[in-house]
């Protein structure tokens, strides 16, 4: 087995099957500009486009699926709308028919765009997908549809490997997708909330690395892990094997979303909040879809990026008090940005650094260069405290001493708020534990805050030593090692002791192999991708804590290798839910194909 690509999971499960690519061209794209002196006969062409399309998604609108109806409903709307504008464009500008449906809908796409409303630019996808659709019709070009249904006798279900998919394409296809695999598209894309409607395993890649692996994957067999986010190539005679199990973990997948609504309580009675990480207004509409309490970590990354100015504390105000309301006023732990590293900010004018991921990056750069900016976040939060439950934390914490700078930044800010009688309701301030040398002062640490989130991502590559993005040095990279564990039983005791909540919002946090031994540990909050959220509950909610925390403890006494802490977390598992051997068969032939 071999890993192929880390993507991003877009919907949950499993999939194996025969890789099918499609390297699509841009249908608008093909538009040339052109002129007619016949208005009536382009006329004619785009009415008969129109009723073509309608033709086609009536059949389709023959399905027992809310989620599918309503959006060939508001593809049906969107054509018409199109068409009656095209039609004036011909009649106006004398514009032939693909040009007159490409330029209103180009219009339309910048509208949107300038809109700035996140949920009126999500449905731009929606408007490319219609006048696409058109355009291939009086184009007469062939369509995914012609390509994987029409064509294709014998019917196997595949693995679609594309750049992008359009909402129609998925539905369209939905009887031949085992998984999806695309490298553009969003968690809450119209194509992601179908495939998540039709259990489709779905993963995005990052962009142009189709081109790089046509040769390796086509029409060989493929995995599809939307739990993690790998594509990865089986062996040949695993697949007997390989397919088995992964059809029984397919029946696992649709248990866990058959709970996710219920209450996160563990079987000897403690509740565990669970929280989703996100890094923009969108995927705040996914947290209660999967069953989340809040936001564990949001990244305000999202807030800095493809621009050329920092957003102002009006923006950054705005944006949150948006995720509040998406989220019913549950709570969110805003990050400070945390800028350097692998994460760099063009106009922040970060100095080349020889080693950035030992320098100048989260609290760091903010404390050091840019302050105001971190003024600019926190006054935002306090504003926005009225409309919500909000806590704050900072990146990248080495030191108590910077905990103390950032903490009197803050009370500073409160203290102007009182000044001038600007309202705010209480802030939760916390830090991420990421880095060694604060995880071992936790005790001092949590003199000064009222909750800790570990960054089990960073924590792993500092205390390993190891680069997390470094495949040559992913065999290190262990967030069960023991050296990480004992760190998390250190700062959760001590925590415990001094009544600080301590969250983990590092991938680990989403990981159910760990999540026994996490438990155990007395972690209260695990804040994860909301795609994990349905599998984590499901768990939680058939765990006796006390029944393995004195195995943990003495485990992490007497255990010989790093692997005896990992087997016995993987044995707590599968006997919690036995299905998940078969996961853990998979996961164990990742591992071997990690070693160099
Ligand atoms: C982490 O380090 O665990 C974390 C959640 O932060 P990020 O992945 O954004 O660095
Ligand atoms: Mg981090």
Same mark, same amino acid.
């Given at each position: ?26 249908v ?16 004619? $062409? ?15 609108k ?8 309503d959006?060939?409903?508001a593809?049906i ?16 500008? +004398? ?9 209103v ?17 999500? +449905? ?50 939905k009887?031949?997708?085992?998984g ?5 598209g ?30 390796? $994957?086509s ?18 005679s ?18 866990f ?41 949001l ?28 989220i ?15 994460k ?6 970060i ?11 989260? $609290? ?14 926190? +006054? ?67 003199n ?6 570990l960054g ?14 470094n ?66 509950k ?9 029944y ?49």
């Amino acid at each position: 087995m071999k890993i192929l690509i880390h993507g991003i999971p877009i919907n949950s499960g499993i999939a194996i099957g025969t890789a099918k690519i499609w390297e699509r061209e841009n249908v608008l794209n093909l538009v040339q500009e052109c002129k007619v002196n016949d208005i009536n006969n382009e006329i004619i $062409i785009i009415k008969h486009s129109l009723d073509l399309l309608k033709n086609k998604i009536n059949i389709f609108k023959n399905i027992n699926n809310k989620e599918i109806i309503d959006i060939l409903n508001a593809h049906i709307v969107i054509a018409e709308s199109i068409v009656d504008e095209a039609i004036n464009e011909v009649t106006n500008n +004398r514009e032939c028919a693909v040009a007159a449906i490409r330029s209103v809908t180009m219009k339309h796409i910048d509208e949107l765009q300038k809109s700035g409303n996140e949920l009126i630019t999500m +449905r731009i996808d929606d408007l490319i997908d219609v006048s696409s659709q058109l355009i291939s019709l009086i184009l007469n070009r062939q369509l995914l549809y012609d390509l994987y249904v029409a064509e294709d006798a014998n019917k196997e279900k595949v693995i679609l490997v594309t750049n992008y998919i359009m909402p129609s394409e998925v539905i369209i296809l939905k009887d031949r997708l085992k998984g999806l695999v695309t490298e553009h598209g969003g968690i809450t894309s119209h194509s992601a909330i179908l495939a998540r409607s039709l259990n489709i395993p779905y993963i995005v890649i990052p962009e142009n690395t189709i081109k790089s692996l046509i040769k390796t $994957i086509s029409n060989r067999a493929l995995i599809v892990d939307g739990y993690r986010g790998f594509l990865v190539i089986p062996e040949e005679s695993d697949m007997t094997s390989l397919t088995k199990i992964i059809d029984s973990i397919d029946a696992l997948n649709a248990q866990f979303l058959n709970e996710k609504m219920e209450p996160t309580v563990t079987l000897d009675g403690k509740h565990i909040k669970i929280l989703a990480n996100i890094g923009n207004i969108e995927d705040a509409r996914l947290v209660s879809n999967y069953g989340g309490e809040g936001i564990g970590l949001l990244r305000l990354e999202f807030m800095y990026m493809n621009r050329n100015y920092p957003p102002s504390e009006e923006e950054l105000f705005n944006a949150l008090k948006r995720i509040s309301e998406i989220i019913n006023g549950n709570e969110i732990i805003v990050r400070a940005l945390d800028a350097g590293g692998d994460k760099p900010i063009p106009y922040l004018n970060i100095t080349k650094e020889v080693n950035p991921f030992l320098g100048l990056r989260g $609290i760091r750069l903010l404390l050091k260069e840019h302050q105001e900016i971190l003024i600019d976040e926190i +006054r935002a939060v306090l504003r926005a405290s009225v409309f919500g439950k909000f806590g704050f934390m900072i990146p990248m914490v080495s030191s108590v001493n910077e905990i103390l700078e950032a903490r009197k930044i803050m009370s500073e800010i409160s203290e102007d708020f009182d000044k001038h009688n600007i309202k705010y309701n209480k802030v939760l301030f916390g830090i991420m534990i990421e880095v060694p040398s604060i995880a071992l002062v936790i005790d001092k640490a949590v003199n000064y805050v009222d909750f800790v989130s570990l960054g089990t991502n960073d924590l792993t590559q500092y205390v390993m030593a190891a680069d997390r993005s470094n495949e040559k040095v992913q065999y290190l990279y262990n967030e069960l090692h023991p050296s990480i564990l004992r760190l998390i039983q250190n700062i959760t005791n001590v925590s415990n002791e001094h009544k600080v909540r301590v969250d983990i919002c590092g991938e680990i946090a989403g990981n159910e192999i760990a999540l026994p031994i996490l438990l155990s540990l007395g972690v209260d909050a695990l804040s994860m991708n909301p795609v994990s959220i349905p599998k984590i509950k499901y768990i939680i909610r058939r765990i006796n804590i006390n029944y393995i925390k004195d195995h943990t403890i003495k485990l992490f006494k007497d255990f010989n290798t790093e692997d005896d802490i990992r087997d016995f977390s993987t044995e707590t598992l599968i006997k919690i839910v036995p299905q998940f051997k078969d996961l853990t068969i998979i996961y164990e032939n990742y591992k071997n194909s990690l070693r160099p």
